[in-house]
């Protein structure tokens, strides 16, 4: 299925105001890093599902690199274990849910997972267990919109974007301290 969807993915310059699956990279160094990623990959003995290091056919200049996807793929291999930010995905065998839920968390970072399941109920109680930031459910990255909290946990980072958690990344709390009113003593009755 990854191998399906990643080969009909259009990588196109959007120069032109047309709209992309997969644009380029913004810099020559981040195509560098997620080029160095991918051949990383394959040195450390993952299966090259499709894509692969340089640009895609047709694409002689910019920042573009294939969607690449990796099979076979443990969490001792560098592109398990950093954040690429390319179009580069690693399949992970797991024998459970309990082991996915496991190989998942088993990171630095945490900005954003995805659980695919035609049981709701499941998949929330999956995304629930997930220490990340955002977990998307049978929807691509960015389907929640702009109200809706964005950032990481652990080495992804603590702040938010977006929605009413971002903007309180711009306010500051002040605590004021008064006395406080002084109930009227009753009168102590002589007896």
Request: net charge positive.
């Amino acid at each position: 299925i990854a191998k399906k969807v990643f080969e009909s993915a259009h990588v196109v310059d959007a120069s032109g105001g047309s709209v992309t699956d997969i644009g380029p990279l913004a810099s020559q160094m981040q195509y560098d890093k997620v080029n160095g990623y991918i051949k990383k990959g394959i040195e450390e003995g993952a299966r090259l599902v499709t894509g692969g290091p340089g640009r895609p056919d047709g694409f002689t200049k910019g920042y573009f690199v294939k969607p690449t996807v990796f099979a076979d793929v443990n969490n001792d291999m560098t592109i398990a274990r950093e954040e690429i930010f390319g179009p580069v995905l690693c399949i992970i065998p797991c024998d459970s849910e309990q082991e996915a839920i496991d190989i998942a968390n088993d990171t630095i970072y945490g900005l954003n997972n995805g659980v695919a399941s035609a049981d709701m109920d499941r998949a929330m109680a999956v995304a629930s267990q997930l220490r990340s930031g955002q977990v998307q459910i049978n929807t691509p990255l960015g389907g929640a919109g702009p109200m809706v909290p964005f950032g990481g946990y652990k080495q992804s980072g603590d702040g938010r974007e977006w929605g009413k958690h971002g903007l309180e990344e711009f306010l500051q709390v002040k605590a004021i301290n008064k006395p406080r009113p002084r109930k009227p003593r009753k009168p102590k009755s002589k007896l």
